[in-house]
């Protein structure tokens, strides 16, 4: 069964802070996804990386995917209050149709 | 926006009472998928279509059904419901099978049993 491990589970930080969330697996993975998910709300889908190394920039958000494609990393620059969410990794291996959830990091940016 | 809807969007059942969600989309997308979120657990997949009347289970399927008789429509039934399947239910749509594919999420439904 593959796994995915988030850390932290849950994060509270002061607005202006630099914070970096952390997916990793001892599974190999053809891509990564990072979702964000608001209270009520489905997770909406952030970014996908499919290659190992590669590094993808939305905004103040930096999403990493690591060499070996077993682990990922997503780092928010200067938090605001607007980034408060659950934040969630999910993995696909490669010939399977089905996502692995990791179970979220819970970031909490106090104003 | 992936054009999914979830019904009904919340709902109290009684323990042994038979419960349909029904998920529909727009966009004619061959995958679609249900999830169940529950606190400490994350995202755990139930079960998944790869087409009408194509479906197969996923990690925690004991308990549900599934049907897709047209494209846009996906059921999950829970055939007796039971206070362990408390839980908000996501549907999800996968745009392309196979590859670096993504999964877009409807809104949800908040199913409790009592």
């Known amino acids: 069964t593959q796994l995915l491990e988030q850390s932290p589970q849950f994060l509270s930080i002061q607005e202006g802070e630099n914070l970096t969330v952390y997916c990793n697996s001892s599974?190999?993975?053809?891509?990564l996804q990072w979702y964000r998910q608001e209270p009520g709300e489905g997770p909406v889908l952030l970014v996908t990386?499919?290659?190992?190394?590669e590094v993808k920039k939305l905004k103040r958000l930096t999403f990493q995917f690591g060499d070996a494609r077993k682990d990922s990393s997503l780092h928010i620059t200067a938090a605001q209050p607007g980034d408060t969410g659950l934040y969630l990794c999910?993995?696909?291996?490669?010939?399977?149709?089905?996502?692995?959830f990791g179970k979220g990091t819970k970031l909490t940016v106090n104003p | 926006d992936a054009g999914i809807t979830q019904s009904p969007r919340h709902k109290v059942t009684e323990t042994g009472t038979p419960v349909t969600l029904r998920c529909h989309q727009t966009?004619?997308?061959?995958?679609m998928y249900w999830y169940r979120q529950d606190p400490g657990h994350g995202l755990r997949l139930i079960h998944y279509s790869y087409g009408v009347k194509d479906t197969d289970k996923g990690e925690v399927s004991d308990g549900y059904s599934v049907s897709r008789s047209k494209t846009e429509d996906f059921l999950l039934t829970l055939e007796s419901a039971t206070s362990s399947q408390t839980s908000v239910y996501f549907c999800?749509?996968?745009?392309?099978?196979?590859?670096?594919?993504?999964?877009?999420f409807g809104p949800g439904t908040r199913l409790t049993v009592l």
């Open positions: 990386v499919v290659t190992g190394g």
């Open positions: 999910a993995g696909k291996a490669g010939g399977s149709e089905k996502l692995v």
């Open positions: 966009e004619n997308h061959r995958y």
């Open positions: 599974s190999v993975f053809s891509s």
């Open positions: 999800a749509i996968s745009l392309a099978g196979g590859g670096a594919d993504t999964q877009y």
